[in-house]
């Protein structure tokens, strides 16, 4: 094999290794995270559900009750910005954890729940309102602070 046609094969399997390793990248990127609370046995605006990406934040309320409308917010980053929540995302950990946890909103406790989207997957995780939960605890203390 002569030296041209080694480093032509050479560029070629370092290009597969570079696009494969950037198509990986791509796939876990967070491009939204969703965080809400639900409560089963209420007055007022039970379920809330914000929606945070790289454009701003929505926030959803509907009460149970029809007397009440419901109501959408649209908000810009004040407290924080949208890369600091994404690094607090361990996107690891979420995959790793079970879709329900605990019992949530058995005994009117509340509901909880977290949603990390990426390009090919959406990772939803519901718990006890409040609960601490390993892995999750990092993002999950910036959006409770920012409600």
């Known amino acids: 094999m002569t030296l041209p046609c080694l480093k032509k094969q050479l560029i070629i399997l370092l ?3 570079l696009i494969s390793c950037s198509s990986d990248k791509s796939n ?3 491009i939204q995270i969703t965080h809400g609370t639900s409560f089963g046995m209420c007055d ?4 809330n559900r914000t929606i945070y990406d790289e454009k701003g934040i929505i926030v959803y309320k509907h009460a149970w009750r029809n007397e009440q409308p419901d109501k959408m917010d649209t ?3 004040s407290h924080y910005n949208w890369k600091e929540l994404k690094q607090a995302v361990d996107i690891d950990s979420i995959k790793e ?3 329900i946890m605990g019992c949530p909103d058995c005994a009117d406790g509340g509901e909880e729940w977290i949603e990390v989207k990426t390009k090919n997957h959406l990772y939803k995780v519901k ?3 409040n609960a601490e939960i390993k892995g999750i605890g990092k993002v999950l203390q910036l959006l409770r602070k920012n409600k």
């Open 15 to 17: 290009s597969i290794l």
């Open 28 to 30: 876990t990127e967070i």
């Open 44 to 47: 007022g605006y039970c379920y």
């Open 75 to 77: 908000l810009s980053y």
């Open 97 to 99: 954890l079970p879709s």
């Open 127 to 129: 718990f006890d309102y």
